[in-house]
């Protein structure tokens, strides 16, 4: 089955710095990746995510970028605030047309960011 | 709200109970999907309905577990013989399922499982 790692664990940066978040698959039929923020006792929270099709993808202060030869997924922030500060989580899927219905999530083991002021 | 809703949203018991947890989806969300999440850690994937039929279900499901969606609207998982292993966050996810592809899934809020 796929496998997702997701470095680093924690990263702490500057409020106004950038963050970089990775992740690496195993699975060459995933085409959906998702990125999630869960803040302390909350819901995950889709914040972005792209597909196979396209090699990068730009929301504000978030972009994502995918490597289909070298299966890997990066997620950057830019420009960092407080509010930013929570656990990432990448995750990928192969899509329902290969599945025959549903994408189930395989998640990383999660990313703690924290913006210091 | 019109987002994923979960209930109850805390729930203790002692090992060898059952227990049920509910799931009502987004409401024109055709595909629901079961997560467990302990510290530390990212979701895992438990099992997924498309409408009422449930398509997969992951080898962490064990034979305690069942999971239903009678008419392809709410759902419920339910875990009887409950052991203290079985201590984890569930989380609920609804996507809308309209075509082929990978879809965006939305999460609940959870239910927090405490087994004593």
């Known amino acids: 089955g796929e496998n997702v790692e997701q470095h680093p664990s924690t990263l702490s940066v500057q409020e106004g710095d950038s963050a970089v978040i990775k992740c690496t698959y195993s699975?060459?039929?995933?085409?959906?990746f998702p990125w999630y923020k869960q803040e302390l006792g909350k819901r995950p929270q889709l914040i972005i995510d792209?597909?196979?099709?396209?090699g990068e993808k730009k929301d504000q202060r978030i972009a994502v970028t995918l490597n289909k030869t070298a299966k890997h997924f990066s997620l950057h922030i830019t420009e960092t605030q407080p509010e930013d500060s929570a656990v990432y989580f990448c995750?990928?899927?192969?899509?329902?047309?290969?599945?025959?219905?549903?994408?189930?999530?395989?998640f990383g083991t999660g990313t703690q960011l924290k913006v210091e002021l | 709200d019109t987002g994923v809703s979960q209930n109850p949203r805390h729930k203790i018991t002692k090992r060898g109970q059952n227990v049920t947890f509910r799931c009502d989806p987004i409401?024109?969300?055709?595909?629901l999907y079961w997560y467990r999440q302990t510290l530390g850690q990212g979701p895992e994937f438990l099992t997924y309905?498309?409408?009422?039929?449930?398509?997969?279900k992951s080898r962490l499901l064990s034979d305690r577990f069942s999971a239903e969606r009678p008419k392809g609207s709410f759902s419920t998982l339910e875990i009887q013989r409950t052991e203290q292993g079985d201590s984890a966050m569930y989380l609920c996810?609804?996507?809308?399922?309209?075509?082929?592809?990978?879809?965006?899934?939305?999460f609940g809020p959870g239910t927090r499982l405490t087994v004593t």
């Open positions: 996810a609804s996507s809308l399922g309209a075509s082929g592809r990978a879809d965006e899934q939305y």
């Open positions: 699975d060459s039929a995933s085409n959906y």
């Open positions: 995750a990928a899927s192969i899509g329902a047309l290969l599945t025959g219905g549903g994408n189930k999530l395989t």
């Open positions: 309905f498309q409408n009422e039929a449930q398509l997969e």
């Open positions: 792209i597909r196979s099709n396209v």
């Open positions: 409401s024109e969300h055709n595909r």
